[in-house]
């Protein structure tokens, strides 16, 4: 949201004006008056960028925060610093008025797919967040990768613009999402067909690989990353198969048939990951929608690389429970874990990449399973 503020007639700025100042100091029957009077809510000062929402967290008094959001206050206007007021109300502890600020960010999400349907691009992008190479899966798909050593030591890729498309500090979440959709499954032990949508650096792939997978279908559509599988050689590890483009053309028609033919008795996967690159929330909800089609319905576990929205604590929050909304209406029950990820706030990870996509010190990863009738 932008806090930049288009000029307003005088008595609507005065209205404006007057707003923000009740907000912060004034009692609830002054705020409804120039409510009545059609005070603008999406106002932002000048200043610090506050919106009459960022003065009443700062109160911390629940009661205003939710009048001003019954009013239309933006839940994720942001200051001159990028807070929303739900970082406000947070960095004072103040959970019910955080809580109203999520919620309504939430509501307002699923309004806004419901009434633009797929095509909806709401605030919440993967990894990325513009038109260049990072926030256009096809401009991507296109565009020139480079391999190399950060200076943290660790491996990552990046695009033709400097972006990370996958960068090593996301090892021991790799880790975490391997351990959590693999340890409880009746298949534990070796034998369950897993599905990997984005090869990246094949972090997640090794990790899938140690756990013996009977079969390890990896679909990646970038012509670098293809090579790099072949001429490492891991098309050729047992049991994998990869599959070649977009996995939007990989479930629909005879190639979702030629998909899931890799799982035992076509009755889909035990497992299935999917963390791609320049896609946004809709492209995810769209991935969502195929589950059914692609996952074993008995104990069939899904998990995918929660990155939606990670550069802000409420969006995060906001876009993690949209997610599970959305896995809800196809069917599919969330239990969320906490990781820690100190390592992602470490300056030296981000030097040299173009747009830092982590600003979070955790990390929420999802386990879902079909809800059994
Ligand atoms: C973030 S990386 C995956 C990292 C991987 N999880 C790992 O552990 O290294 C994203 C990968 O998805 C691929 N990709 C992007 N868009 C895709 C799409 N629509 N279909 C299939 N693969 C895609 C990219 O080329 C890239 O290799």
Sequence with gaps: MSTAAPDLPPEALELAQ??????????????????ERHAPTWYQDE????????????????????????????????????????EVALSLGDKESWEAIRNEGVRSEMLHHALKGDAGNGVVTLRAEDSSSAGD????????????????????????????????????LMREHVRLMTADHPKAGGGMSILNVGYGLGIVDRLFQSTSPASHT???????????????????????RILEGRWQDWVVGDKLGELIAGTEDAMGFDAIFVDTFAEGYEDLKA??????????????????WNGLGATNPTIYAVSSSL??????????????HDVAIPES????????????????????LPVSKMRLM
């Design 323 to 336: 997610a599970e909304l959305h896995l809800d209406d196809v069917g599919l029950d969330t239990v969320w």
């Design 137 to 172: 899966n096809l401009a991507f798909l296109a565009s020139e990768l480079t391999w190399e050593t950060g200076a943290d030591g660790r491996e990552r890729v990046l695009d033709a613009d400097g972006n990370g498309v996958m960068m090593g500090w996301e090892e021991p």
């Design 287 to 304: 991935f969502f929608e195929v589950l059914p089609d692609i996952l074993e319905a008995e104990a069939g576990v899904f998990s995918f």
């Design 345 to 364: 706030l470490a300056s030296e990870v981000w030097k040299g990449v173009r747009r830092r996509y982590w600003e979070l010190p955790g990390y929420k």
């Design 218 to 240: 990896i679909i990646e559509a970038h012509p670098q990353v293809l090579k790099h599988i072949r001429d490492t050689g891991v098309d050729k590890l047992p049991g994998v």
């Design 47 to 86: 200043d610090l960028g506050f919106s009459c929402l960022h003065h009443a967290a700062e109160r911390r008094e629940p009661a205003i925060v939710r009048q001003l959001l019954r009013a239309g206050a933006v839940w994720n206007a942001v200051d001159h610093w990028g807070r929303t007021a739900g």
């Design 18 to 35: 007057a707003l923000l100042h009740a907000s912060s100091t004034e009692p609830s029957f002054t705020i409804a008056a120039l409510l």
